[in-house]
């Protein structure tokens, strides 16, 4: 008697890594183009020469530990309005519209980090390879 096909097996989601400058680094290098290297001393992430994310931990002695994110007109206002313990203006780059996520919290806000990388690489990908990223999965 022929056996029956195994329905397909469905794969295993990876677990994202505890450490979250770990798993904020795998977010940022899945974006083409992408080279990492460091900046003041951390990480950063740049597209094709522009940087759209870098790390800050404990600069300059502020105790931080937090993701510096370019961000699009408004953008920084909003979220530090709606949740200021999650966000902030940083040192620097604040005042050009960049937008400080802390890293040091027990809950962090992973999808909106994930948009936001996603859009800081939109903005500092040249146009044409910015076109070639697929929508994102809802």
């Known amino acids: 008697m022929p056996e029956s096909p195994r329905p397909p097996r469905k794969k295993a989601t990876p677990k994202p890594p505890a450490d979250p400058f770990e798993r904020a680094r795998l ?3 899945a974006f083409p183009e992408v080279i990492e290297r460091p900046s003041h001393g951390e990480p950063a992430f740049f597209v094709k020469g522009k940087l759209f994310v870098t790390f800050s931990v404990d600069h300059h002695h502020d105790g ?15 979220l530090i309005d709606d949740d200021p313990e999650h966000y902030y203006r940083p040192p620097y ?11 040091d919290r027990k809950a962090i806000p992973w ?6 990388i996603r859009d800081a690489w939109m903005l500092a990908a040249p146009k044409r390879l910015a076109a070639t990223l697929p929508p994102p999965e809802d």
């Open 27 to 29: 977010l940022c290098l």
């Open 64 to 78: 931080e530990e937090a993701l510096w994110i370019k961000a699009a007109p408004g953008v920084q206002e909003m």
């Open 93 to 103: 780059v604040g005042p050009s519209g960049w937008v400080a996520a802390r890293m």
């Open 111 to 116: 999808a909106d980090i994930e948009a936001l």
